[in-house]
Structures are given as C-alpha cells and as structure tokens.
T-cell receptor, first 113, second 115 residues
Framework: GAGVSQTPSNKVTEKGKYVELRCDPI?????LYWYRQSLGQGPEFLIY????????DSGLPNDRFFAVRPEGSVSTLKIQRTERGDSAVYLC???????????FGQGTRLTVV | GESVGLHLPTLSVQEGDNSIINCAYS??????FIWYKQESGKGPQFIID?????DKRQGQRVTVLLNKTVKHLSLQIAATQPGDSAVYFC??????????????FGKGTHLIIQP
C-alpha cells in the first residue's frame, strides 16, 4: 500500500504569508505526528494526534503554528505570519497506534523568503 | 567527533566492514530509544529500537547497545553495504511504550560506505 504522502513537496512563500501543509497518513493509522527538520539537524517534534484530537502539542513553537485532523485521517499543519526562521523540512509520520512503529513521509520543504 | 554548524560527524568505512555509530543522549529519564536512517531527500526510516530495561538488542545486521550509566547508545552495522550510506539519528523518548510521540533526536552521523 501507499506510504505517508505529503503535499506540496516544496513550498516557497513570502515572509508574513500564511501556509498550509498537508499530510495523508497510511490508511488505518490512528496516530499521526508532525516534526520539522532544519538543515543539518535532527527532526524536532511539533505535535501528535491520536484520532482527531491533539494528544500532545508541546512541540509547537508558538501560536503561529496550528494543526488539525478533523476526520482522524488527513492532517493539515498551518503556519500564520511566516518568518524566515520557519524555513525547514516539515515531516509527517503515522503509526497504527501510539506505541507502534511510525512511518515518515518525504516531507514538505518550506522556504520563507 | 563533534558537529560544528551544519557539518555532521562523518564516519567512513569500507564496504564489507562493520561500523559503529555512537550517540550520547540527554535525558536520564528517557525510557525508549530508536535509531533511524535518513537518505537524502527522504524521511527518517526506523531501523531498531530498545527500551531502557534492556542493554542490547539485535536485528538483521544491526545491533543496538544501551549504556544507561553514561547515557550512551550505539548502533552497530555488520558487513556494511553501499545502501547503508545515509545519515543515522538516534532518538529518545520518555514514553516506554514506544512510538514516535515526543521524540528528541540527536544531531546525526553521516555514514559513508567506500567501495
């Protein structure tokens, strides 16, 4: 079956604009995770969903970042008033349940100019 | 070695040799550890995990060793192949059950397999 799909693969936006990044998890996976990865660094945790609810959003850096998963499948990461420091690869992962192996997508490379 | 700026520590080994990648983790309360492999342009791929009640776990060609006393984790890859070339990350979690919730990743080591 298909893996985790993230769209777009690349996004260039101007400073101050709003962006949405989409994640389609593996079918049937109830857990979904967002991470971001700056150049030369390891991924940094943002948020974890179990079903429709955000079970852990402790990694969101500030209130410009928000994520939703309204039907417990597709998730959207939303970033308001983007800043150049938001430039990174945003990774999504999903797993069958909380305590099972997670599979990562290829990421969305966000560049804020 | 230490990473400086954007430069990852690099380990270069001959094809067929064994490699050992080391990681110093940060939180003595961490209960679960994972090694991930990341190829260029791709997301991290799970390799092997270990819980804090173990000190060694083996998979296919890979072994993870955990030393809680000094907060050290290592990944041993036997008989390295060209496809093993990638960046390897260790990750730690307070969640002993596993999964990818709230993982803290290390900086990564770039493994290069020489033909």
């Amino acid at each position: 079956g298909a893996g985790v799909s993230q769209t777009p693969s690349n996004k260039v936006t101007e400073k101050g604009k709003y962006v949405e990044l989409r994640c389609d998890p593996i079918s049937g996976h109830t857990a979904l995770y967002w991470y971001r990865q700056s150049l030369g660094q390891g991924p940094e945790f943002l948020i974890y969903f179990q079903g429709t609810g955000a079970a852990d959003d402790s990694g969101l850096p500030n209130d410009r970042f928000f994520a939703v998963r309204p039907e417990g499948s597709v998730s959207t990461l939303k970033i308001q008033r983007t800043e150049r420091g938001d430039s990174a690869v945003y990774l999504c992962a999903s797993s069958r349940g909380r305590n099972t192996e997670a599979f990562f997508g290829q990421g969305t490379r966000l560049t804020v100019v | 070695g230490e990473s400086v700026g954007l430069h990852l520590p690099t380990l270069s080994v001959q094809e067929g040799d064994n490699s050992i990648i080391n990681c110093a983790y940060s939180n003595s309360a961490s209960d679960y550890f994972i090694w991930y492999k990341q190829e260029s342009g791709k997301g991290p791929q799970f390799i092997i995990d270990i819980r804090s009640n173990m000190d060694k776990r083996q998979g296919q060609r890979v072994t993870v060793l955990l030393n809680k006393t000094v907060k050290h984790l290592s990944l041993q890859i036997a008989a390295t192949q060209p496809g093993d070339s990638a960046v390897y990350f260790c990750a730690e979690s307070l969640n002993s059950g596993g999964g990818a919730d709230g993982l803290t990743f290390g900086k990564g080591t770039h493994l290069i397999i020489q033909p």
